[in-house]
């Protein structure tokens, strides 16, 4: 496969990503495996690597904003590092290369996708201007306690859910994050709920995957092919985005994900 072609790859997920906000693990997983043949082993653990550079430079311009709430990244790490680090430890004794583990791995993932393509379309048909506009009024309203949670317990065990998605499978820090978050915290703004999903999956995803890199499971030419194409698809589709029609872009993404999520599921 000529390098071209990841670089390729990485520049249409990047600019995907800019344009919607879907989560790259979801959309670049499965082309790795789909399109490319890789293994889910190595197409899980070089995404997740990818994820994690991706999102730190996200991180630290959001963070120059004030917009990250450090309390909730705080919260939801307490529980999906340790979650991480127990799925690494499955994933280790199980054997990364054993039909176990790539069955295990190729179900969760599309258990995951099922569960984003969900989570995106549910957007689309809540999305309205005006109703985003009230909602953020209520919430400014409301955010002397916006970085309490529903209940203490409640980013601790949706952290370890989603730390234990994401490992197996790189899905989950997006998309399904961001939903997680606005049920959990719902007083706190959507912009500091965008900062804290970028911000805690940098941690989570350098976790789990150097615990990839470490079972051998990171293909690290790849992994530089897809960052080249990645990184200026992000900055253009960061660029784009007001002139995109984004209820049409998140609806055929949800029947690609849907679609890609039962395959997987089903194989």
């Not at 615990?211 to 253009?236: E, M, R």
């Amino acid at each position: 496969m000529p390098d071209f072609a990841f670089i390729l790859a990485g520049f249409a997920v990047g600019l995907i990503v800019g344009l919607t906000g879907v989560g790259g693990g979801s959309l670049m997983t499965p082309v790795l495996i789909f399109v490319f043949g890789v293994k889910p082993n190595l197409a899980v653990g070089t995404d997740l690597l990818f994820a994690a550079f991706t999102k730190l430079g996200g991180t630290l311009g959001l963070a120059r904003q004030r917009l990250v709430p450090w309390r909730v990244v705080a919260q939801l790490c307490a529980g999906s590092i340790p979650a991480a680090l127990l799925a690494l430890w499955a994933l280790r004794h199980l054997g990364p290369d054993s039909a176990a583990a790539q069955r295990l791995m190729t179900t969760t993932l599309g258990a995951a996708l099922l569960l984003t393509a969900a989570a995106t379309f549910y957007k689309v048909l809540v999305f309205s201007p005006e109703r985003a506009a009230a909602e953020a009024a209520r919430r400014r309203a409301q955010s002397a306690d916006a970085t309490r949670p529903r209940h203490w317990s409640l980013p601790v065990l949706l952290g370890a859910v989603i730390g234990m998605l994401v490992t197996f499978t790189s899905v989950g820090a997006g998309a399904i994050g961001v939903s997680v978050l606005l049920l959990v915290f719902p007083h706190l703004p959507l912009p500091r709920i965008i900062a804290a999903d970028i911000a805690y999956a940098v941690p989570l995803t350098l976790v789990a995957g150097l615990g990839h890199a470490s079972l051998g499971s990171v293909n690290w030419p790849l992994l530089g092919l897809l960052l080249a194409g990645s990184l200026p698809g992000i900055w253009l589709g960061s660029r784009l985005v007001a002139r995109t029609p984004e209820r049409l872009i998140r609806s055929v993404l949800s029947v690609l994900l849907a679609w890609a999520g039962a395959k997987l599921v089903l194989i």
